[in-house]
């Protein structure tokens, strides 16, 4: 599928994973994007754009632009006021709209466990958005398995998150964790394949991979580049911290046996998201074993790329921007 023109990216200043939702969308739509960081601002800079963010509305109103993606809050205002703007202007996209009215878009996308107020062009898909496709994760676990290939089966991916808002994680819960999945793959003679985000710690980081010497283990030192692709793609089983709403959407896009490792604390908002993969039977709470069942991937990047793509294919407008 493809729009053709390229698009552009409006995202908060150092949040990463916000840029990451709305490039895998761009990706999956085949078009470039130009990514445009709103720096941090008072209140009153955001709700009035247009006098203090002039470069980024000539850039909206360019006839190039057909596609406008925005996330996290700063950005979703200002794509707000983008959206307000009379033609030309792009078909405008906010991926996430905490906060912010969704008739103000041609389109929202959202978490089921968000609950947001149904609308026609709101979208509510289980997970979120993310960069990784099927084909990506093939390729790439092809090239992992072959580079590994000395390390016994099966594979065992741990994406290791970290404290937050909602859940504690520290040298308890490493040593916890640790213990469990040395045991689980010396007893199925298989191996882990071990990575940990930026919210683990340098200090969480080391005890894990000091604590899973005891194991066949590949652990991701955070050098070079990313190797969660090829994880995923040449792993048997999964095993998720269940802090990460990002990392367990990634993980139960590959159809394959995802188990959550539970961590103290928690939110309803957390128990909503678990709950709804469950009833789609794409994830299990970990119990020390290792079994296979099938369920179809989630890929709510996919969903949400046809959605675009579909209302595009008409004007490139919906009720909501005849309106704004």
């Known amino acids: 599928m493809s729009i053709a023109k390229p698009c552009l990216i409006v995202v908060p200043a150092g949040k990463v994973g916000h840029e990451r939702l709305c490039r895998g969308v761009a990706e999956r739509l085949q078009v470039d994007a130009d990514v445009v960081v ?22 909206a109103r360019q006839p190039e632009r057909r596609l406008l993606l925005a996330s996290g809050r700063r950005a979703v205002l200002v794509a707000r006021a983008i959206a307000a703007l009379p033609p030309p202007r792009p078909f405008v996209a906010a991926l996430g709209a905490s906060g912010v009215a969704t008739r103000h878009f041609d ?30 994760l093939a390729v790439r676990g092809a090239a992992f398995a072959a580079a590994h290939a000395e390390l016994p089966r099966p594979w065992i991916a741990v994406l290791i998150g970290g404290p937050n808002g909602a859940f504690r994680f520290g ?27 930026r919210r683990t710690g340098q200090a969480n980081r080391r005890r894990l991979a000091e604590r899973l010497a005891g194991a066949p283990v590949f652990f991701w030192d955070g050098g070079g580049d990313n190797p969660l692709a090829g994880m995923l793609g040449a792993a048997d089983f999964l095993v998720v911290t269940c802090d990460s709403i990002n990392m367990v959407s990634e993980a139960v896009s590959t159809g394959k046996p995802v188990y959550l490792w539970p961590l103290p604390g928690g939110s309803a908002k957390f128990d909503r998201f678990h709950e709804g993969l469950q009833r789609h039977g794409a994830v299990r709470w970990f119990d020390g074993g290792l079994d296979r069942w099938r369920y179809d991937p989630v890929d709510a990047t996919l969903s949400v790329a046809e959605e675009i793509a579909r209302r595009l294919g008409g004007d490139g407008r919906t009720a909501a921007a005849a309106t704004a």
Do not use: C, Y
């Open 38 to 59: 709103v720096a941090r601002r008072s209140l009153a800079d955001l709700l009035a754009p247009r006098r203090r963010l002039g470069d980024l509305m000539s850039q």
């Open 107 to 136: 389109f929202v996308w959202t978490s089921v466990h968000d609950r947001l107020k149904p609308a026609p062009n709101v979208l509510a898909t289980l997970t979120t958005p993310h960069q990784l496709t099927a084909a990506d």
């Open 171 to 197: 040298d308890a819960e490493t040593a916890e964790i640790a213990t469990a999945l040395t045991t689980l793959a010396n007893s199925h003679g298989g191996s882990l394949l071990v990575t940990a985000s």
